[in-house]
């Protein structure tokens, strides 16, 4: 009898990865300062014209996502909400601290929520909301209400 052939999983191939989130702003440059110097992200690209920085990429600290900042278009209105980006750091209470210490606001400092994962939030210059969290090895797990 002929061995079986192992089937592949259709189109895994082409299956999707996630690359990076574009955030939009008003005002790159300080936005810049926010994900780099506040929360630590690591520049790995800066484009700048007529001498302002109009889009940048960055790298997170712990492990290989990135965001990218791009100025929005001369004209355009900038619209938040809808989204909210989330950034997860182990020791989450002295890291709320170090940034409130900085200067930052939070509208949530720190709290355990009903779903399991300790969660803070803040907004970025152009009132983009973070949230900034723990869950651990609960983030691949159903949460428990």
């Known amino acids: 009898m002929p061995a079986k052939k192992k089937s592949k999983r259709a189109g895994a191939t082409s299956a999707l990865a996630f690359n990076h989130a574009m955030v939009y702003s008003r005002d790159v440059g300080s936005s ?5 110097g506040q929360l630590g992200f690591k520049l790995l690209e800066n484009f700048q014209h007529q ?3 109009v889009y940048a990429r960055l790298k997170s600290p712990r492990g290989n996502a ?3 900042l791009h100025q929005v278009a ?6 938040t909400g809808g989204v909210r980006l989330y950034f997860e750091v182990k020791d989450l ?6 940034l409130e210490s ?6 949530q400092k720190p709290k355990q929520m009903p779903w399991g994962w300790k969660h ?6 152009d009132g983009h909301e973070v949230s900034l969290y723990w869950a651990g090895a609960k983030r691949f797990r159903a949460s428990a209400f």
């Open 120 to 125: 803070a939030y803040l907004n970025d210059p």
């Open 74 to 79: 001369p004209g355009d209105e900038l619209h």
């Open 51 to 53: 001498g302002r920085t």
């Open 93 to 98: 209470d002295r890291y709320c601290d170090r």
């Open 102 to 107: 900085a200067g930052l606001r939070f509208s």
């Open 32 to 36: 810049l300062s926010f994900y780099a």
């Open 66 to 68: 990135t965001i990218a």
